[in-house]
């Protein structure tokens, strides 16, 4: 795979066997003529399963999954080797339901792989858990099956206000995870602050260089697990907090900052409306910890709830869509994009 010029947006890890994916949102794309298929060839690490939507020429494919062993799938056949193609892989799934070897691509020896063009020069990272992801986004109804196939990273929030503004976007954000503790409460668990220095969040040893990814924004949206349970203590949360936003500060000095609370939260249920109204008065404390300080480039944002359907609590996509343009209408005139 190391001969083939390609894209790879988002944290990966390069192995002498090709590169790991764990991350949801992840882009890989390829430029190519000459050939009357294309595939990919990839081993499943770990989990139940890998999902990516395909593109080509930016004509949407059928979704293609990775399940247990080594697989060589064909992406699309019946190409006309006179003709230039391009294709475009996200992967949909979070790093719990599944990390990738992605090995090499496949294509007739006549092939030619082109150079890709570059990305956007704007960057954004978007933090969190399970909602930053797209966990279940597609579990839309009655009838719909359990799984990994409803994931769905590249109609996120974070995905969706990215191609609206012009912007690459890499979603650093783990399912069941937060800030100081995940969701059944355990601290024992791997928390944002750790897996925020990791290209693979479940690996210690994979250290992430942050100079290869230097966004001009990032959105931090974490604290729906962390509340799950009950409230965490102002003590504990607010200084944990500012003490990771001066990591975060320290190896992205110039990116503006945006602290969101939790679109799950329902508005109209006094359970969630106590944990939102506490999260939000720790985002306040930590923002106004930081003004006094001179650095009046981190925010916070209370969200509107979207609370997903009766079937499943996270945001549906169309929900994700609602709130990208809420962000949108924050975060664009901030940025002067």
């Not at 969706?160 to 503004?165: E, K, S, V, Y």
Request: with cysteine; proline share 5%; glycine share 8%.
């Amino acid at each position: 795979m190391a001969t083939v010029p390609y894209t790879a947006m988002g944290r990966v890890w390069k192995t002498d066997n090709g590169k790991v994916l764990a991350y949801p949102g992840i882009l890989l794309e390829a430029h190519f003529t000459g050939t009357t298929q294309i595939s990919l060839n990839a081993d499943l690490l770990s989990g139940e399963a890998v999902y990516f939507s395909v593109k080509l020429n930016g004509c949407d494919m059928e979704e293609v999954e990775f399940r247990s062993g080594d697989h060589n799938r064909v992406l699309a056949t019946r190409l006309d080797p006179e003709k230039e193609y391009t294709l475009k892989m996200v992967k949909l799934t979070e790093a719990w339901q599944g990390t990738l070897l992605v090995k090499s691509w496949g294509a007739d020896e006549g092939v030619k792989w082109l150079d890709i063009p570059a990305l956007p020069s704007r960057k954004i990272m978007c933090l969190g858990d399970s909602i930053t992801c797209g966990y279940n986004a597609d579990l839309t109804g009655p009838y719909v099956s359990d799984g990994p196939h409803n994931s769905n990273a590249e109609m996120t929030y974070g995905w969706t206000l990215a191609r609206r503004l012009g912007a690459q976007v890499s979603l650093v954000s783990y399912g069941g995870k937060g800030l100081v503790r995940d969701w059944t409460g355990s601290t024992s668990e791997v928390t944002l602050p750790q897996f925020f220095e990791r290209a693979l969040p479940d690996d210690p040893t994979t250290i992430w260089d942050h100079s290869q990814y230097d966004p001009n924004l990032i959105i931090i949206a974490i604290g729906q697990n962390d509340f799950n349970k009950d409230v965490v203590p102002e003590n504990i949360y607010v200084p944990a907090y500012i003490h990771f936003l001066e990591r975060v500060r320290e190896v992205h000095p110039n990116a503006k900052i945006l602290l969101c609370s939790s679109p799950m939260h329902k508005r109209d249920s006094d359970y969630d409306n106590e944990r939102r109204l506490a999260l939000e008065s720790y985002l306040f404390e930590v923002v106004d910890h930081f003004e006094k300080l001179g650095d009046k480039n981190i925010r916070w944002h209370s969200m509107n709830g979207y609370p997903g359907t009766k079937f499943d609590s996270h945001p549906t996509s169309q929900q994700h869509q609602a709130m990208a343009e809420e962000l949108y209408a924050v975060v664009a005139p901030w940025m002067g994009w």
